[in-house]
Nanobody
Framework: QVQLVESGGGLVQPGGSLRLSCAASGFTFSTYAMGWYRQAPGKERELVSSIASSGGRTNYADPVKGRFAISRDNAKNTVYLQMNSLKPEDTAVYYC?????????????WGQGTQVTVSS
């Protein structure tokens, strides 16, 4: 079955770094766009970053531009989110997703989320 398993979250001080990983299985990873959303307490889920299936195109939300970097390794079926210069407002549960449109049908899968807490 399809699985997206996030790891790498935790508690970090402001200005610190974390790298999130999302290991995928059960589908053809290299044909799916991948990305990360986050949801802070009391707020709606927001898109953080995405990467095309080939890895050739990336997008970032304005609050994380210049601090976060998304990448993928299609040989390892894994997508990463390198987070630098973390701020308290980056505190949220981070969710990995996989998305593909095929003949008018949307295929979308989600991970269970990993908590990131930025606090001194």
């Amino acid at each position: 079955q399809v699985q997206l398993v996030e790891s790498g979250g935790g508690l970090v001080q402001p200005g610190g770094s974390l790298r999130l990983s999302c290991a995928a299985s059960g589908f053809t990873f290299s044909t799916y766009a991948m990305g990360w959303y986050r949801q802070a307490p009391g707020k709606e889920r927001e898109l953080v970053s995405s990467i095309a299936s080939s890895g050739g195109r990336t997008n970032y939300a304005d609050p994380v531009k210049g601090r976060f970097a998304i990448s993928r390794d299609n040989a390892k079926n894994t997508v990463y989110l390198q987070m630098n210069s973390l701020k308290p407002e980056d505190t949220a549960v981070y969710y990995c997703y996989a998305r593909r449109y095929s003949t008018g049908t949307l295929y979308e899968y989600w991970g269970q989320g990993t908590q990131v807490t930025v606090s001194s």
